[in-house]
């Protein structure tokens, strides 16, 4: 199976702030990256896919990067919508494997 | 528009079995991919299958493998998730996704919640 490894597992920032969640995966998956927000008694919701591509109603705020086996997600200035839990998932092989989350906190 | 509507909490003994489904609306359910994703008490996400209906043929994560059974019904266009062997272990909320020619979820049903306990 395919791992996916996420830094850091909890990010402390403040509104306005640029931030960066990294997803290494423990092999090549191309641009087969997704990326999810979570938000407690939710189900996911999908924001970046392919990598870099932009789900259809996400901010332009967020964007994606990456290929091969390392991907950020930056969020270029934190709005109060989206302190959250963040998740890469990987659609190149099965099984279909998760990082461990990015919870993104208020400082 | 697409939507999932999953089936509503469930309590189960250790050892007996679940069944919950995921019914869809909109889009072409018979060839979008529907995964089962789990994620249990302050836990992550954790893919533990799915199925392309007109294909028929399910894939599992190889950990659930036997306890778990997977199918669609085109007709109604649900999709179900069936655990056999509950262990207390298998407390989780269960979700439902799909994609539309993709395996990423790009919509999800509600989540249904089952609790394994004596």
């Known amino acids: 199976d395919i791992q996916m490894t996420q830094s850091p597992s909890t990010l402390s920032a403040s509104v306005g702030d640029r931030v960066t969640i990294t997803c290494r995966a423990s092999q090549s998956i191309s641009s087969w990256l997704a990326w999810y927000q979570q938000k407690p008694g939710k189900a996911p919701n999908l924001l970046i896919y392919?990598?870099?591509s932009l789900e259809s109603g996400i901010p332009s705020r967020f964007s994606g990067s990456g290929s091969g086996t390392e991907f950020t997600l930056t969020i270029s200035s934190l709005q109060p919508d989206d302190f959250a839990t963040y998740y890469c998932?990987?659609?190149?092989?099965?099984?279909?494997?998760f990082g461990q989350g990015t919870k993104l906190e208020i400082k | 528009q697409v939507q999932l509507v999953q089936s509503g909490a469930e309590v189960k003994r250790p050892g007996s079995s679940v069944k919950v489904s995921c019914k869809a609306s909109?889009?072409?359910?018979?060839?979008?991919?529907i995964s089962w994703v789990r994620q249990a008490p302050g836990q992550g996400l954790e893919w533990i299958g799915g199925i392309i209906p007109l294909l028929e043929t399910a894939h599992y994560t190889q950990r659930f493998q036997g306890r778990l059974t997977i199918t669609a019904d085109e007709s109604t266009s649900t999709a179900y998730l069936e655990v056999n062997s509950l262990r207390s272990d298998d407390t989780a909320v269960y979700f439902c996704?799909?994609?539309?020619?993709?395996?990423?979820?790009?919509?999800w049903g509600q989540g249904t919640r089952v609790t394994v306990t004596s």
């Open positions: 998932q990987q659609y190149d092989s099965f099984p279909y494997t």
């Open positions: 996704a799909r994609g539309t020619n993709t395996w990423r979820g790009e919509t």
């Open positions: 909109g889009g072409s359910f018979s060839t979008d991919a």
């Open positions: 392919e990598a870099s």
